[in-house]
């Protein structure tokens, strides 16, 4: 995901958003790796003193409830010791759950695909849903592409953060629902900073933006040709917090005071919009000027798990899953 401008605001935006959306939701499932976790104990309670959690997160705005929990003290005061560790890429936290982090964030692409390989990851709860009020991600386009729907992006290559996340196979998805043939739409997987120069060089023929870009790359003149998600689920999980299987059966009374910290945050963000942003701003570097005013998603920290189902039939109905999962033993059941 990347941000663009003019000359030095140029510069300042990307170098901002490079930093803020080095994954965000469209580095899900492929990458380089998470960074290196502030603490390698493992989680324990005691009568004297708070829980100690290790988060895993990337500096987007999806994870603005997490940063406001421990800025004002909601974990604390939930006896929490959350430890957060910024990472560059969360596609390789499944095999880190339980031993480097015990909440990573995450997306069905990860969480599917782990379970597949036998991993011991569960979904422990929701984050956030993208939902046709509030889309999470946009195709965007040149105003002069010619190219007006997704199906004629077929022949057509389309830059993306990963080729194998939930962003580029609910373009595919949607291309396909509308009588193209996904194998035939390419891809080029470039860091997010680089996709609006590759489009406005002409190297590909669209984007798969995230906020803030997509609504920086309309404000250039470059035009929203579909909210992909939407052809899947309204409203739709789009990420949420895994959490090593075991661990978490062994740990819900600390998960449930982790979503209730969570929740907590979201209603802060409501009553102090203008304290919320200013925390956005400190953990992402955002320009000021884009931290008070890009959209935020929709947050739900309960878990759905029939969009998990979904993410199956999407993943086969491109080809790109024909492996077996239960998806039932990919969440959290609820607790006895």
Same mark, same amino acid.
């Given at each position: 995901?990347?941000?663009?401008?003019?000359?030095?605001?140029? @510069?300042?935006?990307?170098?901002?958003?490079?930093?803020?959306? #080095?994954?965000?939701?469209?580095?899900?499932?492929?990458?380089?790796?998470?960074? !290196? !976790?502030?603490?390698?104990?493992?989680?324990?309670?005691?009568?004297?003193?708070? $829980?100690?959690?290790?988060?895993?997160?990337?500096?987007? $705005?999806?994870?603005?409830?997490?940063?406001?929990?421990?800025?004002?003290?909601?974990? /604390?005061?939930?006896?929490?010791?959350?430890?957060? @560790?910024?990472?560059?890429?969360?596609?390789?936290?499944?095999? $880190?759950?339980?031993?480097?982090?015990?909440?990573?964030?995450?997306?069905?692409?990860?969480? +599917?695909?782990?379970?597949?390989?036998?991993?011991?990851?569960?979904?422990?709860?929701?984050?956030?849903? !993208? $939902?046709?009020?509030?889309?999470?991600? %946009?195709?965007?386009?040149?105003?002069?592409?010619?190219?007006?729907?997704?199906?004629?992006?077929?022949?057509?290559?389309?830059?993306?953060?990963?080729?194998?996340?939930?962003?580029?196979?609910? *373009?595919?998805?949607?291309?396909?629902?509308?009588?193209?043939?996904?194998?035939?739409?390419?891809?080029? &997987?470039?860091?997010?900073?680089?996709?609006?120069?590759?489009?406005?060089?002409?190297?590909?023929?669209?984007?798969?933006?995230?906020?803030?870009?997509?609504? /920086?790359?309309?404000?250039?003149?470059? *035009?929203?040709?579909?909210?992909?998600?939407?052809?899947?689920?309204?409203?739709?999980?789009?990420?949420?917090?895994? #959490?090593?299987?075991?661990?978490?059966?062994?740990?819900?009374?600390?998960?449930?005071?982790?979503?209730?910290?969570?929740?907590?945050?979201?209603?802060?963000?409501?009553?102090?919009?203008?304290?919320?942003?200013? +925390?956005?701003?400190?953990?992402? %570097?955002?320009? &000021?000027?884009?931290?008070? @005013?890009?959209?935020?998603?929709?947050?739900?920290?309960?878990?759905?798990?029939?969009?998990?189902?979904?993410?199956?039939?999407?993943?086969? &109905?491109?080809? &790109?899953?024909?492996?077996?999962?239960? @998806?039932?033993?990919?969440?959290? !059941?609820?607790?006895?």
């Amino acid at each position: 995901m990347n941000l663009f401008g003019r000359s030095r605001s140029r @510069t300042t935006a990307r170098a901002a958003v490079a930093a803020v959306l #080095a994954l965000g939701l469209a580095g899900a499932a492929c990458g380089d790796g998470g960074g !290196s !976790s502030e603490s390698q104990g493992t989680t324990e309670t005691t009568a004297a003193g708070p $829980t100690a959690l290790r988060g895993s997160y990337v500096p987007a $705005t999806t994870v603005l409830p997490l940063h406001i929990a421990k800025a004002q003290g909601i974990f /604390q005061k939930n006896n929490l010791d959350v430890t957060l @560790t910024e990472a560059a890429n969360i596609s390789d936290i499944p095999a $880190t759950l339980g031993r480097q982090f015990d909440l990573a964030l995450g997306t069905a692409t990860d969480l +599917i695909r782990a379970g597949a390989a036998g991993v011991d990851v569960v979904q422990a709860a929701g984050n956030t849903n !993208s $939902t046709k009020a509030n889309p999470f991600v %946009k195709v965007i386009v040149k105003p002069d592409s010619g190219i007006t729907d997704v199906r004629q992006l077929e022949g057509k290559t389309v830059g993306t953060p990963t080729l194998s996340g939930v962003i580029h196979a609910a *373009v595919k998805y949607e291309a396909k629902q509308k009588g193209a043939d996904p194998s035939k739409i390419g891809g080029v &997987e470039a860091p997010t900073p680089n996709l609006p120069d590759q489009l406005r060089a002409g190297r590909i023929d669209a984007v798969e933006a995230l906020e803030p870009i997509a609504s /920086q790359l309309i404000r250039a003149g470059n *035009v929203a040709i579909s909210t992909p998600f939407d052809a899947i689920g309204d409203p739709l999980a789009t990420n949420f917090w895994m #959490a090593q299987g075991s661990w978490a059966n062994k740990n819900r009374d600390a998960i449930a005071r982790f979503v209730s910290s969570l929740k907590e945050a979201e209603a802060f963000i409501g009553q102090n919009p203008a304290e919320a942003r200013r +925390i956005l701003q400190e953990y992402t %570097k955002l320009p &000021e000027a884009v931290a008070s @005013t890009v959209p935020l998603p929709t947050y739900n920290f309960d878990i759905r798990a029939g969009d998990l189902d979904t993410w199956v039939k999407v993943l086969r &109905e491109i080809g &790109e899953f024909n492996g077996q999962v239960d @998806t039932r033993k990919l969440i959290l !059941s609820p607790g006895k």
